[in-house]
């Protein structure tokens, strides 16, 4: 695809439109999701673009199939010294800890999932979004219907006894509504309601024998992360 620099500048300025016309909604972590493709013109607009770039999506696939594949690899090594780094394990830990942190987002209370989130994330996301909200009467819907996809993006692991403080970031697909509604008339102020395929990238931390919620990031910020090099001890690498 031989673009020119105008062209590219073109496509570029109506992607940021499509991003930035439209109200925001928040999710776990305070996350957005642009409510503009959930349009009928939304998503006509989305197919084409999806055609225009089309080989770049493709490639940026590639990169998240092999990234994926080699830190299951190095898993799959690591599980024989630690059963806790099965990604099979994993997997289960992750789901659970996803379905608990949506449901507290749901009812405004993240204590309730202090043990699967650490400190900053919990005392961040508590005072920054749940609280500001209801000082200004506000109250965020945030239901879970399905998680679609869990895949692992970047992988470090520590040296440290028990490979404490080691981190993974995975790319996640749910199924989910996030909109905020007045409390009073219960309208709608941000964002829309009904259930939509959501994309976000997640940091979880190992630390005292389980695994974390970090920081939570849009999924747009999958391929710049699946492009780092994982931090693993050079044994691991060569059995992998």
Known sequence: MNLSKKEWLLVLTIIIICFSIDPVYAGPGGTVAKAFFRTWWGKLILILLTVIFLPIIIYMRLIAYRKAREIKKILSQLSKEHKAFHWLQLQKEFHNIIRRVYQAWQ???????????????????????????????????????????????????????????????????VVAEDYLIDRDTQKVVEGKKGYDELDYVWFLEYSEGQWLLDDIQEGSMALEIAKMPNEVPEYLVAKA
């Open 107 to 173: 009812e405004e209370d993240l204590s309730q999932v202090k043990q699967y989130v650490n400190h900053w994330y919990w005392q961040n996301q508590q005072e920054v979004y749940l609280d500001r909200w209801k000082k200004e009467n506000l109250q965020n819907i945030s239901r879970l219907k399905d998680i679609t996809k869990v895949r692992p993006l970047y992988l470090e692991i520590s040296e440290e006894p028990n490979f404490e403080n080691s981190r993974i970031a995975i790319a996640i697909t």
